[in-house]
């Protein structure tokens, strides 16, 4: 299983970043996906995730501002990320099955 994330970078606070993970090597409809970001200490949080069927599920932090969707005919899912806060910069990871990507980096300033 290979998940490659991209998009991340540097933005000012208020901005937008989409995020995208595409997987190979796994039945990607039928797998929740899911981001998480790393914490302060080292930890990964749930960010959001997203079900087979559509359904899905956020962090309190950023329900409302990031938007998790998948596209079944490209093996991908997306993370869009709206009104971008400084508390929000770290690296971003997508995950399926047990498997991690390598993370891509969102920095906001303020």
């Known amino acids: 299983v290979q998940l490659q994330a991209s998009g991340g970078g540097s933005v000012q606070a208020g901005g937008s970043l989409r995020l995208s993970c595409v997987a190979s090597?796994?039945?990607?409809?039928?797998?929740?996906m899911a981001w998480y970001r790393q914490t302060s200490r080292k930890q990964r949080e749930l960010v959001a995730q997203?079900?087979?069927?559509?359904?899905?599920d956020y962090a309190g932090s950023v329900k409302g501002r990031f938007t998790i969707s998948r596209d079944n005919a490209k093996n991908t899912v997306f993370l869009q990320m709206n009104n971008l806060k400084p508390e929000d910069t770290t690296v971003y990871y997508c995950?399926?099955?047990?498997?991690w990507g390598q993370g891509t980096l969102v920095t906001v300033s303020s």
């Open positions: 995950t399926t099955f047990g498997n």
């Open positions: 090597g796994i039945t990607f409809s039928i797998h929740i």
């Open positions: 997203i079900g087979r069927g559509g359904n899905t």
